[in-house]
């Protein structure tokens, strides 16, 4: 399984804020999505956002979440999204068609 390391993340945050040029408050929640990918997996974060701001927090942080995190964390299942989806079966098609909505799908509990 995939681990981000510490070193790994403030490297891919320094080199972020390096060549930012924008909105900090959008900058900050690039960075919390990818600290909440630690524990969710890159699964959780593109169920808990749009596909529009899932890009653009990949674009901010030059990164592509799938390839620093794992697909699902070890808190993922915390995510009401994930057990909505499971019981679908298929990620993808759960995603794509809108069965989960983002608000939904970020819920704990």
Do not use: H
Not at 87 to 104: C, H, P, R, T, Y
């Amino acid at each position: 399984m995939k681990r981000l390391s510490d070193d790994k993340m403030l490297g891919i945050i320094d080199k972020a804020w390096e060549g930012y040029d924008g909105d900090v408050t959008t900058l900050n929640s690039a960075i919390g999505a990818l600290v909440m990918g630690r524990k969710v997996g890159w699964q959780g974060i593109r169920v808990m956002y749009s596909r529009v701001t899932y890009n653009r927090y990949e674009k901010i942080l030059r990164i592509k979440f799938r390839d620093v995190l794992p697909d699902r964390g070890p808190d993922a299942e915390c995510l009401r999204g994930i057990r909505i989806i499971d019981g679908i079966g298929k990620f993808w098609q759960a995603i794509s068609s809108g069965l989960v909505s983002a608000k939904e799908a970020a819920q704990t509990a």
